[in-house]
């Protein structure tokens, strides 16, 4: 595309555009008031080491962004179950949080975890970039 004489160019599409429909999409909420479990950065070094891992109760899917290294995929979804385990991620909704994992293969920076609550399968997905 072309903008007064200027090229301009779309950013590839996320996996949450990947992933989703455009009216899935327009459902998605922002909590403003909820907070997710505040855990401090030795709390979540302890939970990226954990070779085990804890898994989302009935969520069945859990699609990580390309760019994420799959070394880290594993802890960050046991930091998914801390952070959201109970009820702090509502179906539909969009949760930033930051977090060093630069000593993992992560980055030092926002993570967004997107809950999709479809009526096909998956019928819970977890999106996490």
């Not at 555009?17 to 479990?37: G, Y």
């Not at 998914?80 to 060093?100: E, T």
């Amino acid at each position: 595309m072309s903008v007064m004489g200027r090229s301009i160019q779309r950013a590839p599409k996320t996996t949450l555009e990947a992933n989703t429909s455009e009216s899935e999409r327009e459902n998605l909420q922002v909590p403003i008031i909820k907070q997710v479990t505040a855990l401090s950065q030795t709390e979540i070094e302890a939970i990226m080491k954990d070779k085990h891992g804890a898994h989302l109760q009935g969520v069945e899917n859990i699609t990580f962004s390309p760019e994420i290294d799959t070394k880290i995929r594993q802890g960050l979804e046991a930091l998914a179950v801390q952070f959201f385990g109970g009820s702090a991620l509502n179906p539909n909704s969009v949760s930033y949080i930051k977090l060093d994992l630069s000593k993992f293969g992560g980055v030092n920076g926002v993570y967004r975890f997107t809950l999709i609550e479809r009526n096909a399968k998956p019928k819970k997905q977890l999106i996490i970039e």
